[in-house]
């Protein structure tokens, strides 16, 4: 983990999921982690699992019918328990193997994929629950490190360009593509890591939020490694 300022550090690490679930976002404070130790090998799971396309969704049949060693029965009873609980608070989590996720070339100066740093919104309160259990990390970007593309002067005239329609309805645009869901960090920003195993809660952009929404972007992948990620 990047060393950050206590004013400017977004991530609280919890003990327990009840705590992980029912402290509440203050001040620069937008992500939460049960901080927890991986039990198995996850890479057994992973590494069984054959991907036709850059990611698969792992369904629970699928997953208890895996052949394991007793290293992958530890692995995958955690996985088990982590969907378990997160159904139990009335989520609807889902375990991906990824590859890859798409790359969007649509506008080469404002790629909106989820390599780029973002944020998620929603129309209810609601918060964005991940884990990565094997690969590389998601990470997240302090919200003072970072800048709106959409307000960036030579960003915002390609997209007034784009648009090409009445000033006035121009807003409504950019939030009805999500271009302004969209960061790119600041000069000397740090990114920092959510690590690996820890379940982690982060606040989305939602009429009743008392933060701003936690920025953050999916890792691009290293030497074709792929990852285990449960996210709802």
Request: charged content about 20%.
């Amino acid at each position: 983990m990047t060393n950050q300022s206590p004013s400017t550090q977004p991530i609280q690490f919890v003990n327990t999921f009840r705590d992980l679930v029912t402290t509440p976002f203050e001040g620069n404070v937008n992500a939460l982690c049960w901080k927890r130790q991986l039990i198995g090998d996850f890479s057994e799971i992973v590494n069984q699992i054959a991907l036709n396309e850059n990611m698969t969704e792992l369904h629970p049949d699928e997953l208890h019918g895996l052949k394991l060693s007793e290293q992958g029965q530890l692995a995958r009873e955690m996985l088990f328990q982590d969907l378990k609980t997160l159904e139990a608070h009335g989520a609807s989590p889902t375990l991906n193997v990824i590859h890859s996720y798409e790359r969007d070339d649509s506008y080469p100066f404002f790629p909106t994929d989820v390599y780029s740093f973002h944020v998620d919104r929603s129309p209810i309160p609601v918060d964005t629950y991940l884990c990565t259990y094997y690969g590389d990390s998601s990470e997240v970007l302090p919200n003072a490190q970072a800048e709106q593309k959409v307000l960036v002067p030579e960003i915002r005239e390609e997209l007034k360009k784009l648009f090409g329609g009445p000033d006035k309805y121009f807003e409504s645009f950019l939030n009805e593509q999500f271009f302004d869901l969209h960061y790119q960090p600041k000069f000397n920003a740090q990114p920092i890591s959510l690590g690996i195993g820890h379940m982690c809660r982060l606040a989305t952009d939602h009429p009743n939020s008392k933060v701003l929404p936690c920025i953050h972007r999916a890792p691009k992948e290293k030497n074709g490694k792929k990852r285990l990620l449960l996210i709802c």
